[in-house]
């Protein structure tokens, strides 16, 4: 090989390598690529939390402000923790739960359930603005928008309850969404498929007794507690109305001529009363055919009129003529007395000598 040919291979093998670190430097280093946007964040918590991905296999250390995915799940034993949805929704879970964090917007529109509870015991509190809050369970499904309930579940009674503690909530059975029960602030309902019921129950009023200590373990802020507790009193101080209207007094008159005798039995007489009634007593006391006499003994006795007891009181100078009527009367009995006692003695001397 010609030596100017060789100098010219090794000048541009060398300036190759000199300008090589160059071209390094100047590449843009490959990003990671990003994952799937969690579906919460978790707020806070305290005590024994376990966090399970998706598949269960893996188990996620808890930390403060930490993502968890959707599909995760969530097993709390003696403690507490505080969820932040990405919806705007915030989930307080209590111990000796268990939940799951589903896909929510798996069809794109949102439409899916927020969280799965399969045990235990939630508060549920829907953001401002937000979209409408839906928790299930293994028998109901339970909606909440722009309010804040309390969602419990009983797995061995298989027993779905719903505490609406601000606005309003609704309780449905999730293989039958067409009948729901809406309960208001302070109300609750409850859907128990050992009952065989197939329609949550009615609203009822909740106690106040009952609602704090499920605040307390849920870990609600005192502002939220004073407001349920609220809620709560407001809803049972409510009473029914007992009259709708003042009618005047021909009205009031033509009525009772209607009517005829007013009454405030819930049971009107019948003539089948008295044979129901001998049926129950004979059934109560096993055939005894003294049965009504042992049930109702006290009927057909009269009690005589109630006695009262008069207190007199004497001033310093009626004492004297008080003290001289007690003497009188002592001396009369004993006068009354002693021919009585004379003739008694008197009749067993005689009956000694004979």
């Known amino acids: 090989m010609p030596r100017p040919l060789k100098i010219n291979i090794t000048l541009f093998l060398l300036l190759s390598a000199l300008s090589g670190p160059s071209w390094a430097s100047n590449a843009t280093p490959a990003r990671p690529r990003p994952g799937p946007a969690p579906c919460a964040v978790l707020e806070d918590f305290m005590g024994r939390i376990e966090i399970l991905d998706e598949s269960r296999s893996r188990m996620i250390q808890p930390t403060l402000h930490a993502g968890v995915s ?18 705007g929704h915030r989930f307080h879970i209590g111990p000796q739960s268990f939940v799951q964090l589903p896909e929510n917007n798996a069809d794109g529109k949102f439409a899916g359930d927020h969280l799965v509870l399969f045990r235990g015991q939630i508060y549920a509190d829907s953001g401002i603005g937000a979209n409408e809050l839906r928790v ?25 309850q719903v505490i609406a503690l601000e606005n309003s909530a609704s309780l449905e059975n999730r293989f039958s969404p067409t009948k729901k029960m809406i309960v208001k602030a302070g109300e609750s309902s409850t859907l128990n498929f050992k009952l065989l019921r197939v329609v949550p129950s009615g609203a009822r009023a909740v106690s106040v007794s009952h609602l704090r200590p499920v605040l307390s373990d849920l870990r609600v802020s005192g502002r939220d507690q004073e407001y349920a507790i609220r809620n709560a009193h407001r809803r049972l101080n409510r009473k029914f109305a007992s009259v709708f209207g003042e009618d005047s007094g021909e009205d009031k008159k033509q009525s009772s001529a209607k009517k005829g005798t007013t009454s405030y039995l819930r049971h009107r007489s019948t003539k089948m009363d008295s044979r ?14 003294a049965g009504e006499e042992i049930l109702f003994n006290n009927k057909g006795k009269r009690r005589g009129p109630a006695g009262r007891i008069e207190i007199e009181k004497y001033s310093h100078a009626q004492r004297g003529t008080a003290k001289n009527n007690d003497e009188i009367e002592r001396q009369r009995l004993i006068q009354e007395l002693t021919p009585a006692q004379v003739r008694a003695g008197a009749t067993g001397e005689a009956s000694e000598s004979n």
């Open 70 to 87: 959707c599909g995760s799940w969530l097993s709390i034993e003696d403690g507490w923790a505080r969820l932040k949805h990405r919806d």
């Open 136 to 160: 299930i369970t293994a028998n109901a499904r339970s909606r909440i928008q722009q309010g804040a309930a309390v969602v419990l579940f009983n797995e061995k009674e298989e027993e779905s």
């Open 276 to 289: 129901l009634k001998k049926h129950w007593v004979s059934r109560m006391t096993a055939g005894e055919p």
